[in-house]
């Protein structure tokens, strides 16, 4: 952990998944409150001026005001690290000058997930992969993504089961949250008694993505796991928390109590004393109909990390084929939560410390 507390910014503090990184940086303890940037149509607002969370805006930044900068001016104003709520397309080269100007860049954009100089990273899964973090000269940043909203859930589910089963191919089914699409979103005529089952690249980056993240590193790169994910990608009427069904295929016949425990004795970064990390991060239903987006999507403790748990239930073993559900907060865990995880890991492993070259 670095001796003071970084200059932060959040970049699209006005959106959706901006708001949650304002939320789980207010009063973080291991960095500064955040520069809140925006884009010129919302400069000059406060934050609870354009406030769309459930919950009231954070009394430490309620009143703070959104600005429109660029990556010159957030770097000689101090900023250490970013969080980047931008949208694909624009994110990219933004997060890369920032990184340029020496800015170390947690992103929940697509734009840099395939380019392998940046790690795609969920710290319960693959926490080594952060060491793969290359800066080719001294002074510049790190550049670190998180993962599609939906495979930040399926691999916290999947990650202790691959000892156990070594599966042989994973199917899995989507039922995917409102504010996954954004603000405003999918219009409320479109979705009002409908389910839409189509999710523009969702599943195509569900697959990628989710073979990547349970790959294995070799050398400086990444070799994915090699079985097929199968996924089917739809969009339902509930505001947070997807849903997904799974269906795991495998050779193995372990016991049904062997498969619980493994989730219920997963618990990687115990002892880390990350402040946004669950403990523990997969948390077993009994009851046959849950878990639910309306009961689950919060779940997770210490209370910084509410959110940040994953919820499986459901459970049904009959081998070849493993069934469950699972449910994860799509802007938590699938979004701002799992990037402000990853600075965390970064920091407690002095990757944000400014003369590392």
Same mark, same amino acid.
């Given at each position: 952990?670095?001796?003071?507390?970084?200059?932060?910014?959040?970049?699209?503090?006005?959106?959706?998944?901006?708001?949650?990184?304002?939320?789980?940086?207010?009063?973080?303890?291991?960095?500064?409150?955040?520069?809140?940037?925006?884009?010129?149509?919302?400069?000059?607002?406060?934050?609870?001026?354009?406030?769309?969370?459930?919950?009231?805006?954070?009394?430490?930044?309620?009143?703070?005001?959104?600005?429109?900068?660029?990556?010159?001016?957030?770097?000689?104003?101090?900023?250490?690290?970013?969080?980047?709520?931008?949208?694909?397309?624009?994110?990219?080269?933004?997060?890369?000058?920032?990184?340029?100007?020496?800015?170390?860049?947690f992103s929940n954009a697509a734009d840099h997930r395939d380019d392998p100089r940046f790690p795609l990273l969920v710290p319960e899964v693959n926490a080594p992969r952060l060491r793969l973090a290359r800066r080719p000269s001294r002074g510049q940043g790190l550049l670190v993504t998180n993962p599609n909203c939906s495979a930040a859930g399926l691999v916290v589910a999947l990650a202790p089961l691959l000892p156990l089963l070594r599966p042989t191919a994973v199917h899995v089914s989507t039922y995917q949250a409102l504010s996954g699409a954004g603000y405003p979103g999918v219009p409320s005529l479109a979705i009002a008694d409908n389910v839409v089952p189509f999710i523009?690249?969702?599943?195509?980056?569900?697959?990628?993505?989710?073979?990547?993240?349970?790959?294995?590193?070799?050398?400086?790169?990444?070799?994915?796991?090699?079985?097929?994910?199968?996924?089917?990608?739809?969009?339902?009427?509930?505001?947070?928390?997807?849903?997904?069904?799974?269906?795991?295929?495998?050779?193995?016949?372990?016991?049904?109590?062997?498969?619980?425990?493994?989730?219920?004795?997963?618990?990687?970064?115990?002892?880390?004393?990350?402040?946004?990390?669950?403990?523990?991060?997969?948390?077993?239903?009994?009851?046959?109909?849950? +878990?639910?987006? %309306? $009961?689950?999507?919060?779940?997770?403790?210490? #209370?910084?990390?509410? /959110?940040?748990?994953? &919820? *499986?239930?459901?459970?049904?073993?009959? +081998?070849?084929? %493993? $069934?469950?559900?699972?449910?994860?907060?799509? #802007?938590?865990?699938? /979004?701002?939560?799992? &990037? *402000?995880?990853?600075?965390?890991?970064?920091?407690?492993?002095?990757?944000?410390?400014?003369?590392?070259?």
């Amino acid at each position: 952990m670095t001796s003071e507390r970084p200059a932060t910014a959040i970049l699209g503090a006005s959106g959706y998944v901006g708001q949650h990184f304002a939320r789980l940086l207010d009063e973080h303890p291991w960095f500064a409150p955040p520069l809140l940037v925006s884009s010129e149509r919302s400069e000059g607002r406060s934050l609870a001026d354009v406030w769309q969370l459930a919950e009231a805006p954070p009394a430490g930044l309620a009143q703070e005001r959104l600005r429109a900068c660029s990556p010159a001016r957030i770097a000689r104003q101090g900023v250490r690290v970013v969080f980047s709520a931008l949208p694909s397309g624009l994110a990219g080269p933004t997060e890369l000058e920032l990184r340029r100007r020496g800015v170390a860049v947690f992103s929940n954009a697509a734009d840099h997930r395939d380019d392998p100089r940046f790690p795609l990273l969920v710290p319960e899964v693959n926490a080594p992969r952060l060491r793969l973090a290359r800066r080719p000269s001294r002074g510049q940043g790190l550049l670190v993504t998180n993962p599609n909203c939906s495979a930040a859930g399926l691999v916290v589910a999947l990650a202790p089961l691959l000892p156990l089963l070594r599966p042989t191919a994973v199917h899995v089914s989507t039922y995917q949250a409102l504010s996954g699409a954004g603000y405003p979103g999918v219009p409320s005529l479109a979705i009002a008694d409908n389910v839409v089952p189509f999710i523009r690249h969702e599943e195509e980056k569900l697959a990628r993505e989710t073979s990547l993240l349970l790959g294995r590193n070799v050398g400086t790169r990444v070799r994915p796991l090699p079985m097929p994910v199968v996924a089917q990608c739809a969009r339902v009427a509930t505001r947070d928390g997807h849903l997904e069904a799974v269906t795991v295929v495998t050779d193995r016949t372990p016991n049904r109590a062997a498969i619980e425990d493994a989730w219920r004795s997963f618990d990687p970064l115990a002892g880390r004393g990350l402040p946004t990390a669950p403990s523990p991060p997969v948390l077993v239903h009994e009851q046959e109909d849950r +878990p639910q987006p %309306l $009961r689950d999507r919060w779940a997770g403790s210490p #209370a910084r990390a509410r /959110g940040m748990a994953v &919820s *499986v239930g459901r459970l049904r073993w009959e +081998p070849p084929y %493993l $069934r469950f559900f699972l449910l994860a907060h799509n #802007a938590v865990r699938g /979004g701002a939560g799992g &990037s *402000v995880l990853n600075a965390e890991l970064a920091c407690a492993e002095r990757l944000l410390e400014r003369d590392r070259g």
